[in-house]
């Protein structure tokens, strides 16, 4: 029971994570970032125009930064707001949960349970 509560927080955490596109986000702040060293170690723009990109390109890295971390902290809200809900089932499922969150073999086997998940997410998503 405590493994199957454990794999629900596994597929809420992964699919929150791929609803919500966090992926792209990070992607996104990478390649921002490569464009402001690859700007910065041009030799072809003038000063103004690269203090000029740089304003431009540290505003957007910045509210996608954000727009990250917001999304970021709705998955932990949600997580929070499951491990919190269990406490209305029993404290003993909570006590229980926190135990096996703190074992290294429970959290080797919830790992391989939820790459198991992902690989079989993405071969029937190919397959639809």
């Known amino acids: 029971m405590h493994y199957l509560l454990l794999l629900l927080f596994s597929i809420a955490f992964v699919e929150s994570f791929i609803y919500l596109k966090i992926l792209a986000d990070t ?23 690269k203090e000029s990109f740089m304003k431009k390109n540290s505003l957007l890295l910045m509210a996608t930064t954000f727009k990250f971390i917001l999304k970021f902290a709705l998955i932990v809200a949600l997580l929070y707001g499951l491990f919190y809900a269990t406490k209305f089932i029993s ?6 949960l ?31």
């Open 98 to 128: 926190l135990e096996y969150l703190a074992s290294p073999l429970a959290m080797i086997i919830l790992t391989g349970v939820t790459l198991f998940y992902v690989w079989i997410r993405n071969v029937v998503s190919k397959k639809l």
């Open 27 to 49: 992607q996104l702040v990478l390649n921002l970032s490569k464009e402001a060293v690859t700007v910065m170690g041009s030799k072809e723009m003038s000063d103004r125009e």
């Open 91 to 96: 404290n003993n499922i909570t006590e229980l």
